[in-house]
């Protein structure tokens, strides 16, 4: 269920993006592996963390995307700790 739902949400933000280009509107989907927030700490995580990425990572990534020249567009991003 989760890989049909990302699935479905990156074909719609491209199904979105070719639709409003014309317009001068950008649209980026931006997927981000582990990030630290509580979500890990209460689903059980804490003893055995995975390698996570910080929310300022992913916020770092977004404000890049936003200032990109008006003729650029990224549409996908994949962002993954290491």
Request: aromatic share 6%; glycine share 8%.
């Amino acid at each position: 269920a989760y890989c049909a739902a990302k699935h479905g949400v990156s074909g719609l933000m491209r199904s979105l993006a070719a639709e409003v280009r014309e317009h001068g509107v950008r649209v980026s989907t931006i997927f981000p592996g582990n990030v630290e927030t509580d979500f890990f700490r209460t689903a059980g995580f804490a003893q055995n963390p995975p390698k996570m990425l910080k929310a300022r990572d992913v916020a770092q990534m977004i404000v890049q995307t936003i200032e990109l020249p008006a003729g650029a567009s990224v549409e996908e991003i994949l962002i993954r700790p290491t």
